[in-house]
């Protein structure tokens, strides 16, 4: 089945720097989206990306639909404390069940840390 | 608006227990997805209901199964409790189920003893 790569795992950031983060596929996603999740909650949508060779943002949060709709990538521009978490990507599967156009597939999460 | 909601937030089983999950999506929002989330496994899709049918369903035993009522509020339920099913299970609803943007819930973490 459909996988995605989540990467890097996890990383440590301190305040005021940029981070990235991407997520790769052997097959073709006609949607990426990307979550945050805080412990203990549920995940919480950042961006929506839709077309390939697509660029949004939000506030602080820049996401890329890949132009090979393999893949896509989350930068955070100067970031603060409150950032940490752990962040999903997730693409729509391509799969058709009964008129659905197919689930959510998601990374294994790329995980925020503080640097000590 | 107020958000998705589950009930009840956390639950404690023994093995060969039933249990019953509960998720009211979002006003307005008629398609409520399901997903388990493990350490191990990550976040895994479960089943999909729109307008009261499941349209789409994942890699799991008969074990799982939901519904959808008319108001769009949907249950899971988890038969024959196993250890490995201990999980954070979490409800996300969609205006319409080929719209992506899914709502998450804050789950309801589920041990199993």
């Known amino acids: 089945g459909q996988q995605l790569n989540q990467s890097p795992q996890s990383m440590f950031i301190q305040e005021g720097e940029d981070v990235s983060m991407n997520c790769t596929s052997s097959s073709i996603f006609n949607t990426w989206l990307w979550y945050k999740q805080d412990p203990g909650e549920g995940p919480v949508l950042l961006i929506a990306l839709y077309k390939a060779g697509e660029l949004t943002s939000n506030g602080r949060l820049t996401a890329q639909f890949g132009i090979t709709r393999k893949d896509s990538f989350l930068n955070i521009s100067a970031s603060i404390p409150s950032d940490v978490g752990i962040y999903f990507c997730?693409?729509?599967?391509?799969?058709?069940?009964?008129?659905?156009?197919?689930?959510?597939?998601f990374g294994k999460g790329t995980k925020l840390s503080v640097k000590p | 608006k107020a958000g998705v909601t589950q009930t009840p937030r956390y639950l404690i089983k023994t093995r060969g227990q039933q249990v019953t999950l509960s998720c009211s999506p979002i006003?307005?929002?008629?398609?409520v997805s399901w997903y388990q989330q493990t350490p191990g496994q990550g976040l895994q899709f479960l089943f999909e209901y729109f307008s009261e049918t499941q349209r789409n369903k994942g890699n799991f035993p008969g074990r799982f199964s939901g519904r959808q009522f008319s108001n769009s509020r949907s249950e899971m339920n988890v038969s024959t409790l196993e250890l490995g099913d201990s999980a954070l299970y979490l409800c996300?609803?969609?205006?319409?189920?080929?719209?992506?943007?899914?709502?998450f819930g804050p789950g309801t973490r589920l041990t199993v003893t």
């Open positions: 006003s307005g929002h008629r398609s």
């Open positions: 997730a693409g729509q599967g391509s799969m058709n069940y009964g008129g659905s156009q197919g689930n959510l597939i």
């Open positions: 996300a609803s969609s205006i319409q189920g080929n719209n992506y943007e899914q709502y």
